[in-house]
Every structure is written in structure tokens, then in C-alpha cells.
């Protein structure tokens, strides 16, 4: 079965860059698309990237999504770090008739 | 803006039945996949069930085939998830999620996610 995988955890500075890496084992991560999801402590997920790069209305463009076939990966990256931008980020994507979500990684901004 | 309500969570006995529901609004309902994805206490996101924007397509984890049913009423615009069979392993937050995809069979990118609805299965 398809699985993507995500560190347990990351942490950074307010305004520093911040890079989640989402690693799919078997096939082509880029076969299809890689969402990402953000979700604070005690609330919902919300969509802050879909289809490997797009950013739904407003979520901030220091958010960005990319794909790497070489390492079968894809990364969110956060530029300039909020203190808001503390939470939990879950990787997903698809095969034909499931979704697959990544572990999650919670991102520490200290 | 689009808004997805959940309801219909409780605490239930293993074995026995429970129905959420998912009303929506703001976005035209009937051309659009929707997506029950769960997640238990402390633990990370778990995809459940996706029905088509017309109903004739659905599709299932693995841990729920068999026991659950999702369904859509589009004329009252509400999503819903039959749960039978109940085990303890059940217990989490379930949230109805919009995708993204206009009218089609099968969709994997969900835009928008409700406030979730708890579900509790202990005797």
C-alpha cells in the first residue's frame, strides 16, 4: 500500500524558512497530486496547499509547495515564521480510489 | 464562504449504530465530491470514505468497508455517514471535507474541511 512519510517533528526561529519533507514509498510521488494541510491545536485542518503547489485564496505566500522526483518527495516550505504558524502539517495525496495521509509533523516555532 | 456542519456524535456501545450527518452551504453542492476523514484522540488524520458529486461512486478505507455507508441527499444539500458495527477503534473526530474537483468520479484533493463531530464508542 501506497504511504507517504513525515518527520515526527520540526522547529525554527520566527522568521527564519522552514522546509516539511513528505516522502511517498513506492511509485512516483508525482503521479499524483500532493496537498498540505495545516491544523492548530484544537481546531480543523484547513488546505494551505493543493495540487503540488497551488495556494488556496488566502493562505499567505510564504507558504509553498514543490515536488521532487529524485528523492520521491514533497515539501512544504514556510518563509518568514510566525509564531501562528505553530501547528500540525499533514502531507497528502492518492492512488485511484484511496487518499493517503502522511503521519503528520508538528512544527515548533521557538 | 463554504460551510460544512457536522452532527449526529455521541457516545456509543461497540456493536451498535450511529449516523453523522454534514450539512452544506455556500458552494453548489451537487457538483462536488465530499469526503469523511477521521481523526483519533492524539493521533494524526485517517481518510474514511468519498462519494461522487452524483452519488454513484464510493469508495473506502479498508479499516471501515463493511461496516460503514456513505451517502448524499442532494436536494437537502447533507452528506452522511452510516457507522455500523462499532468498535472502540472508531473513537475520533469525523469531519466532512469538501474536493476540489467539479463533477467528477473520483477525487483526491479536499479545499475545504468541516469543525468535526466526536464519536465515542465505550461500553
Known amino acids: 500500500n501506497f504511504m507517504l512519510t513525515q518527520p515526527h517533528s520540526v522547529s525554527e526561529s520566527p522568521g527564519k524558512t522552514v522546509t516539511i519533507s513528505c516522502t511517498g514509498s513506492?511509485?512516483?510521488?508525482?503521479?499524483?497530486?500532493v496537498q498540505w494541510y495545516q491544523q492548530r491545536p484544537g481546531s480543523a485542518p484547513t488546505t494551505v496547499i493543493y495540487e503540488d503547489n497551488q495556494r488556496p485564496s488566502g493562505v499567505p505566500d510564504r507558504f509553498s509547495g514543490s515536488i521532487d522526483r529524485s528523492s520521491n518527495s514533497a515539501s512544504l516550505t514556510i518563509s518568514g515564521l510566525k509564531t501562528e504558524d505553530e501547528a500540525d502539517y499533514y502531507c497528502q495525496s492518492y492512488d485511484s480510489s484511496n487518499l493517503v495521509f502522511g503521519g503528520g509533523t508538528k512544527l515548533t516555532v521557538l | 464562504q463554504v460551510q460544512l456542519v457536522e452532527s449526529g456524535g455521541g457516545v456509543v456501545q461497540p456493536g451498535r449504530s450511529l449516523r453523522l450527518s454534514c450539512a452544506a452551504s455556500?458552494?453548489?453542492?451537487?457538483?462536488?465530491?465530499m469526503h469523511w476523514v477521521r481523526q483519533a484522540p492524539g493521533k494524526g488524520l485517517e481518510w474514511v470514505a468519498v462519494?461522487?458529486?452524483?452519488?454513484?461512486?464510493?469508495y473506502y478505507a479498508d479499516s471501515v468497508k463493511g461496516r460503514f455507508t456513505i451517502s448524499r441527499d442532494n436536494s437537502k444539500n447533507t452528506l452522511y455517514l452510516q457507522m455500523n458495527s462499532l468498535r472502540a477503534e472508531d473513537t475520533a473526530v469525523y469531519y466532512c471535507a469538501k474536493d476540489f474537483g467539479y463533477r467528477i468520479t473520483f477525487g483526491g484533493v479536499i479545499d475545504y474541511w468541516g469543525q468535526g463531530t466526536l464519536v465515542t464508542v465505550s461500553s
Open positions: 455556500e458552494f453548489t453542492f451537487r457538483s462536488y465530491g
Open positions: 462519494i461522487s458529486y452524483d452519488g454513484n461512486n464510493k
Open positions: 513506492s511509485g512516483s510521488i508525482a503521479s499524483n497530486y
